[in-house]
């Protein structure tokens, strides 16, 4: 956990994601009244994992967002899996 959210009981996990198989497996919370707030999250990840890449290899932090970016458009342009949504409540949970 962040260290900021540790012990902190107004903090809400909305996204845990796992590469498994080659493939990504994910559990998330709606937790946002409009979606276009997933889409601010979503750029927030992306500007941290384009700032690790630079970090800790070749890229630059404009160099590995940019590649980010491009990808992301492909993917929601010509999705290579639309993979499902499973309710937590259909799951056994």
């Not at 962040?2 to 994910?26: H, K, N, W, Y």
Request: avoid cysteine; hydrophobic fraction near 45%; charge should be negative.
């Amino acid at each position: 956990m962040p260290p900021d959210v540790m012990g902190r009981d107004d903090a809400t996990e909305v996204l845990r994601a796992f590469v498994v198989d080659g493939g990504l497996s994910i559990a998330f919370t709606r937790a946002f009244e409009e979606p276009d707030m997933w889409g601010l999250l979503l750029v927030d990840i992306a500007r941290h994992a384009a700032r690790a890449f630079a970090r800790e290899s070749a890229y630059t932090e404009d160099e590995a967002l940019r590649r980010i970016i491009d990808m992301f458009e492909a993917e929601i342009a010509r999705p290579t899996d639309m993979g499902n949504t499973t309710p937590r409540s259909q799951q056994g949970h």
